[in-house]
């Protein structure tokens, strides 16, 4: 079945470093790809999609390409804030069907 | 624009009883999922509602487990004889009916704890 792998946390940055957090994904085809971001105490926020091969998906400073060639969605983000400290959640989907989650990571900016 | 709710948002149990939660979803979506997040997992799919038809149901969605949506509105979940592998944050989520739209929308999820 499908499955979303992503880099185990947590990852702790200093404020404006760059951020990469890994995620690759076992289908079969081309589904949606998402990343969720969790802030403490609140619930789950769509933070960027791509629907088809080599799509950007891009919010509040975040990117992430659709690689269909090596199956990966990694989030990046040039500088974080220590707003950006949140769980992340890697996901994909088939039109409007269940979402598959990958297992979070956690970012932890410091000032 | 309300987005989506749910109650209650935490419920402390014993084990052996009944437990429901409500969801609330988007106004006029005619979508509606639930998820089970437990800690330090990523949320997984339990079943699925268009309108009031329960489309698909996860395996992870025992006999004790039962999900409603009577008009196409709000959605129950009830947890019978809850166990305390029962304890965990259950999510819903809504989507509008249009085939493009694919993105979900959450809301903040019922924190279930069962002593």
């Known amino acids: 079945g499908d499955s979303v792998t992503q880099m185990e946390g947590p990852v702790t940055l200093s404020e404006e470093a760059f951020l990469t957090i890994n995620c690759t994904y076992t289908?079969?085809?081309?589904?949606?790809l998402f990343w969720y971001v969790q802030y403490p105490g609140e619930g789950l926020q769509l933070l960027l999609k791509?629907?088809?091969?080599?799509d950007k998906g891009s919010n509040k400073g975040f990117e992430a390409t659709y690689r269909k060639e090596t199956t990966s969605f990694h989030l990046e983000k040039g500088s974080v804030q220590v707003s950006d400290s949140a769980v992340y959640f890697c996901?994909?989907?088939?039109?409007?069907?269940?979402?598959?989650f990958g297992t979070g990571t956690k970012l932890q900016v410091i000032p | 624009d309300t987005g989506v709710s749910q109650n209650p948002r935490h419920k402390i149990t014993k084990r052996g009883q009944n437990v429901t939660f409500r969801c609330d979803p988007i106004?006029?979506?005619?979508?509606l999922y639930w998820y089970r997040q437990t800690l330090g997992q990523g949320p997984e799919f339990l079943t699925y509602?268009?309108?009031?038809?329960?489309?698909?149901k996860s395996r992870l969605l025992s006999d004790r487990f039962s999900a409603e949506r009577p008009k196409g509105s709000f959605s129950t979940l009830e947890i019978q004889r809850t166990e305390q592998g029962d304890s965990a944050m259950y999510l819903c989520?809504?989507?509008?009916?249009?085939?493009?739209?694919?993105?979900?929308?959450f809301g903040p999820g019922t924190r279930l704890l069962v002593l």
């Open positions: 989520a809504s989507s509008p009916e249009a085939i493009y739209i694919e993105t979900q929308y």
């Open positions: 289908a079969t085809g081309y589904p949606s």
């Open positions: 791509a629907t088809k091969a080599d």
């Open positions: 996901a994909l989907s088939w039109g409007y069907q269940k979402v598959t």
């Open positions: 106004s006029e979506h005619n979508r």
């Open positions: 509602f268009q309108n009031e038809a329960q489309l698909e």
